[in-house]
């Protein structure tokens, strides 16, 4: 177990709703990236947040965004959802140490989004 | 560019050691994360290398070349439960991201 928790583990949306996805980071890290894993690919890098603001963002469209809040939890959002955004949405909990590289980034059970 | 690439599938004996490869090219590389994913799981932190040489943690071991852009992750005693995506992540950029191979699918069989 990590200690990083995702909720909902599995969810069913229309094309066109908006979904928001949560995420608690593990005791003592301030850092949350969220990635989006497509069936049989490896996660792909979304976005990343740090002391509550974008830290860095792969490339997806501005209808993906996220929230971090002062207990680090964070929030992935997702406007006008498209079949190709079903996928599996992980969150990685990692301490940013003032810029250093981190050493250890463990990730959530992730949720399921089936986009019909 | 970046780049991660990795073997799709791979198969091995209960008992054998099986080696997985895996060749990056990053901007602002830091480090090099090895994960195991099963089947509908999330990915499980296995290892991280930042220096060359080879990191050993029980049956795992997994080694470092920065000057070639290669890792690989060594399975001794293979187990059944061994069978999984096995993913190879370089640490990139100033705001460390992960980028991610596809994954080696591995079948450890009797």
């Known amino acids: 177990e990590t200690g990083v928790t995702q909720s909902p583990t599995h969810l069913i949306k229309t094309r066109g709703q908006q979904v928001t996805l949560r995420c608690s980071s593990q005791?003592?890290?301030?850092?949350v990236s969220w990635y989006q894993q497509a069936l049989g690919q490896g996660p792909q890098f979304i976005f990343q947040y740090y002391r509550e603001e974008e830290n860095g963002r792969g490339n997806f469209p501005p209808r993906f965004s996220g929230l971090q809040f002062p207990n680090y939890s964070s929030e992935l959002n997702v406007n006008a959802l498209e079949l190709d955004d079903s996928a599996l949405y992980l969150c990685?909990?990692?301490?940013?140490?003032?810029?250093?590289?981190?050493?250890?980034?463990?990730f959530g059970q992730g949720t399921r989004l089936t986009v019909v | 560019g970046q780049n991660i690439d990795q073997p799709t599938e791979m198969t091995a004996t209960e008992g054998a050691i099986v080696q997985i490869n895996c060749t990056y090219q990053?901007?602002?590389?830091?480090?090099l994360f090895w994960y195991q994913q099963h089947a509908g799981e999330a990915p499980t932190f296995l290892s991280y290398?930042?220096?060359?040489g080879l990191e050993e943690k029980g049956r795992f071991s997994s080694f470092l070349s920065r000057s070639k852009g290669y890792s690989y992750l060594l399975l001794k005693e293979l187990q059944m439960k061994d069978s999984a995506s096995y993913l190879c992540?370089?640490?990139?950029?100033?705001?460390?991201?992960?980028?991610f191979g596809a994954g080696t699918r591995l079948a450890v069989h009797p």
């Open positions: 992540a370089a640490l990139s950029g100033g705001y460390n991201k992960l980028i």
């Open positions: 005791s003592g890290h301030n850092t």
């Open positions: 990685a909990s990692s301490l940013d140490l003032g810029g250093l590289p981190f050493t250890e980034a463990f």
């Open positions: 290398n930042v220096l060359d």
């Open positions: 990053t901007s602002g590389f830091n480090g």
